[in-house]
């Protein structure tokens, strides 16, 4: 997988088939962009999970905070992290490790986040990967509803895109 570059196919497959996020560095700090992040996917019907140590037990948009992601008893699609690419490979090897215990499919390394080597290890576990992208971003982006922001996304286009605006799509809508 060239992770320098993914197509809106990939993308779009792990945005529609994903129901469950574990936000990884989640902050219940309004400001923080993971608190976006969380507030946004809750907002087109996917289940966030919280993760942070230093809040576990607390909840965050009246989801509540685990400190670990092997606190977490319920399936997650996506592993979300939110710290620094150091702190990705210890995460990225919880995520492989409770694969199968909790469903996990992806693990998706946010903005400025990236680890080839947890990701090699996360692919050969059988894990998809998406670094230094943020769903929030790709949602609006494949949605159209980035443009409607007067965002240029750089081009015109008579497509339909990829997940539908206002709800989740279960298959792909077109191709990228």
């Known amino acids: 997988m060239n992770h320098d570059?993914?197509?809106d196919t990939y993308i779009a497959g792990i945005l529609n088939g994903?129901?469950?996020?574990a936000i990884v560095g989640a902050s219940p700090n309004t400001s923080r962009p993971s608190y976006f992040v969380m507030k946004y996917l809750i907002g087109k019907g996917y289940r966030?999970?919280?993760v942070n140590p230093g809040h576990g037990g607390e909840t965050v948009l009246e989801q509540k905070v685990f400190a670990t992601l092997e606190d977490i008893v319920e399936p997650v699609d996506v592993v979300d992290i939110f710290r620094n690419p150091a702190a990705a490979f210890d995460i990225t090897r919880s995520a492989i490790a409770l694969k199968?215990?909790?469903?996990?499919?992806?693990?998706?390394?946010?903005l400025s986040v990236r680890n080839d080597a947890a990701a090699a290890e996360a692919?050969?576990?059988?894990?998809?990967?998406?670094m230094n992208?943020?769903?929030k971003i790709e949602y609006?982006?494949?949605s159209g509803e980035i443009g409607w922001i007067g965002f240029n996304t750089g081009s015109i286009?008579?497509?339909?895109p990829l997940l539908a605006p206002g709800g989740l799509q279960r298959h792909v809508i077109g191709k990228g």
């Open 18 to 21: 994903a129901r469950t996020f």
């Open 5 to 7: 570059s993914y197509s």
């Open 100 to 110: 199968d215990r909790l469903g996990i499919k992806v693990v998706w390394m946010q």
């Open 133 to 135: 992208r943020c769903p």
């Open 123 to 130: 692919e050969a576990a059988g894990l998809s990967v998406v």
């Open 140 to 142: 609006g982006r494949l």
């Open 48 to 50: 966030v999970i919280p």
């Open 157 to 160: 286009s008579a497509k339909r």
